[in-house]
């Protein structure tokens, strides 16, 4: 294998790696940040805050007495309090004990208890506030994430040959009318008026354009029943209903209204079959 082969790979691992160290960081510090404010308003003094373990890199002393330092190590972060023998916060008994009244007080050992609280929750509250901004951004610029309607199957129709929509269309309009993500697709489609052919604006391969297409729900037999009506009329599923009793139909709600119509009466009905073409059968409703 050529070494210049690897290099996209490397670069790639050192990429993830470089964002997972500079996404920790910020959350160690924000983290960090959190317990060093909070104990500053609660009276507690902060010796030390630092971004990273190891050997300083940099450092500075603010007016607070507070030493701000970067280490060589980036993989954590701590602060230190005033009575801290360490980054952990565990008790310095020596220093403790050096302390006035008034240093004790500044510590975070000596200091009241719920000044103690809210100064070790206040780092975990902080990294709450942060995800909850940059959730709040990410929607603001990014919107909530919607699936878009797409076309899964295409049914066999008489006409068929007339409209160019796909598998994989990603339906855009149809007929003009913007359309919405998929779980709001079934309110909008209920607004529509069936008709043979629809104008659909989809988009493929990158391209946005219009293209002739079905009904969205033609009156096509999804299955049935032995003994049934459909069944009796000779029926199978895939079957297209062209027309009932001479009128033509493009969805199920005409073939429903039409064969109601009837009144338990015989109706004759145009039915298209693929690889057959349209054959006539006459079909009695079942009456419960």
Known sequence: MEIAALIPSFGNLAFTIAAFVVAL??????????????????????????????PVLA??????????????????GYVKFLGDRDPASSPDSEAMGSLDA??????MHGAPLWARTITVMAG????????????????????????PVTVDDLYPLPSSEAHDLRRG?????????????????????AGLDAAPDLTYTVLRDGREFDVAGPWLYPPIVAATTPASAASNAGLVR????????????HDFDALRQAVSASDGGSVTLDVWREGRGNRTVTLTPTKF
Not at 34 to 46: C, D, E, N
Not at 63 to 74: D, E, F, N, S
Not at 102 to 107: D, I, K, L, P
């Open 169 to 189: 269309d990603v339906i855009l309009a149809i007929d003009g009318s913007q359309v919405p993500e998929a779980e709001a697709f079934g309110e909008f489609s």
């Open 124 to 147: 975990p509250a902080f990294n709450f506030a942060l995800s909850f901004v940059l959730f709040a951004v990410l929607f603001m610029f990014r919107g909530v994430a919607a699936d």
């Open 25 to 54: 960081s910020i959350i160690i510090a924000v983290h960090e940040f959190g317990h060093y404010i909070v104990g500053r308003w609660s009276g507690i003094r902060a010796e030390v805050f630092s971004l990273g373990f190891g």
């Open 238 to 249: 895939g079957d297209v209903i062209v027309s009932v009793d001479g009128m033509e139909i």
């Open 59 to 76: 450092s500075r002393v603010d007016r607070h007495g507070t030493r701000w330092q970067v280490a060589i190590l980036p993989l954590g």
């Open 102 to 107: 008034e240093g004790r007080r500044a510590s």
